[in-house]
């Protein structure tokens, strides 16, 4: 599992930070940071939602 | 694991979308139909004030189903709005008529904008739907000589955000002394208003609107203060009402939304979500009813888990939160300032439009508030959850 972010449509709403913590970080620049961008797969589900639940639908997987 | 058959889903924007997914995802494998008011597919809503008013984006790209929901094996049932129901027999009446029976039902109906009395005359607009939106979008690119927003909550601030951008005159009216004083105090509130004069909108606070005047069109709206200001469009964001008025008489608990218990849970077998729903909140002892974009998947995920655990359901209880696009400044609330009794600015400045600030009541820090500080908000976001103290928030 890779995870993408489109950089063009993210807007830092950080949905996806309170969602899966251990892969995304917008930090204090208001940038969003993948912590890990082959996260195990134990944070599938997390990762998953985080994908879902992004406003911009920003954020894709790739297996 | 739950014994329904048959689940019926009303309402097919976010909540009831999601909560249909969490019925499918959470082992149902009986019929799932899902009701729709609208002709569309579930849609995106933030981008109708903003991408898609702006011209930006055409309405295909708000579209919120995606091919993995093929698998969900749905029944729609869109254009059709619902009429009524009969709780004991567990039957639901749609407009055309037809008769839907359940055993599982999720009330997701949402709310619908509330109007001013504009005499039925073209060019006043609510912002709710895409055919709202697309209504709005072509009055807007016949190129009005003016505006007229009323009411400078967040729908009409994005409204006004997006015509001026469009290079339109806008006139801002509003009510309260100071937008969402109430709400995020005066302080930031005149923040709020002060982004909108440095952008070219002329902001009328504390004026109210007497009459929408013109023959046909509207021409001019009348305000409380005697003015008059000329216009061809009127936008009217003053606020939504759940739309529960087909459950009257159903014996179903009504007031200002469908009341249901922590779980979601409305009476044996309903569940309701979304801007629809009053349900008590155990982290604030209070019933609240919410009408946020992620709030209506949250709570749509819960209700379609509570309807399939039925008397093991949990509570429902997030901290709340949201955003607002206006220009370049983003807006984000987390929490609820509700009977706050101080606010104090942690982080930036509001002079330079880029802070945070927080909202104590008693002990407790209940809200955070951001201009343009996503990341610190979506931190905030968490404390909140964890019941941060002010002592602790405004000294670390």
């Known amino acids: ?63 | 694991m739950s014994d329904l058959s048959s689940v019926v889903v009303i309402g097919a924007s976010l909540a009831g979308l999601h909560a249909a997914r969490a019925v499918r995802r959470g082992g149902f494998d009986g019929d799932l139909t899902l009701v729709g008011a609208e002709p569309h597919r579930p849609y995106d809503r933030p981008p109708l004030s903003k991408q898609v008013l702006a011209g930006d984006w055409e309405p295909e790209r708000t579209a919120l189903a995606s091919t993995a929901d093929d698998d969900l094996d749905l029944t729609w049932r869109l254009g059709q709005p619902a009429a009524a129901l009969d709780v004991a027999a567990r039957r639901l009446e749609l407009a055309d008529g037809a008769v839907l029976s359940y055993d599982g039902l999720v009330i997701a109906t949402g709310a619908a904008p509330r109007r001013l009395d504009d005499g039925g005359r073209a060019g006043v607009h609510v912002l709710r739907s895409l055919d709202d939106c697309l209504a709005l979008r072509a009055d807007l690119e016949a190129g009005p000589s003016r505006v007229v927003v009323v009411g400078a909550g967040f729908i009409g601030a994005e409204v006004a955000a997006t015509c001026r951008g469009r290079g339109l005159d806008v006139t801002l009216v509003e009510p309260l002394p100071v937008p969402l004083g109430r709400v995020l105090g005066d302080e930031v509130g005149a923040t709020l208003a002060e982004v909108h004069r440095d952008e070219g909108v002329d902001v009328r606070l504390g004026v109210g609107v007497d009459a929408v005047e013109g023959g046909e069109r509207v021409e001019r709206v009348r305000l409380s203060d005697g003015a008059s200001v000329d216009c061809d469009v009127v936008v009217v964001g003053i606020g939504v009402a759940p739309s529960t008025s087909w459950l009257e008489g159903s014996g179903l608990p009504l007031q200002d939304g469908l009341v249901a218990d922590a779980t979601c849970r409305v009476a044996p077998g309903i569940v309701a979500a979304g801007d629809v729903a009053r349900w008590t909140h155990e982290r604030y002892g209070e019933d609240v009813r919410v009408e946020h974009w992620d709030h209506a998947i949250a709570q749509g995920t819960h209700a379609g888990q509570s309807l399939l655990a039925g008397d093991g359901a949990r509570a429902f209880a997030p901290v709340p939160w949201f955003w607002s696009d206006q220009y370049d400044r983003k807006i984000m609330l987390a929490g609820r300032t509700q009977g706050y009794e101080e606010v104090r600015v942690v982080d930036g400045s509001l002079a330079e439009r880029r802070f945070v600030a927080l909202y104590r009541r008693g002990h407790q820090v209940v809200a955070a508030v951001g201009m343009n500080r996503p990341g610190p908000l979506a931190k905030w976001r968490q404390r909140l959850d964890d019941d941060v103290a002010w002592t602790e928030a405004v000294d670390g």
């Not at chain 1, 599992?1 to 449509?9: A, E, G, H, P, S």
């Not at chain 1, 969602?19 to 797969?41: G, I, M, N, S």
């Open chain 1, 1 to 63: 599992m890779r995870v993408v972010v489109d950089y063009d449509l993210c807007e830092s709403n950080a949905v996806c930070m309170s969602v899966a913590p251990e892969v995304f970080e917008v930090r204090d620049d208001d940038f969003l940071y993948v912590l890990q961008d082959q996260p195990p797969e134990e944070l599938r589900a997390k990762v998953e939602e985080a994908v879902e639940r992004c406003p911009k639908q920003a954020i894709s997987l790739e297996d």
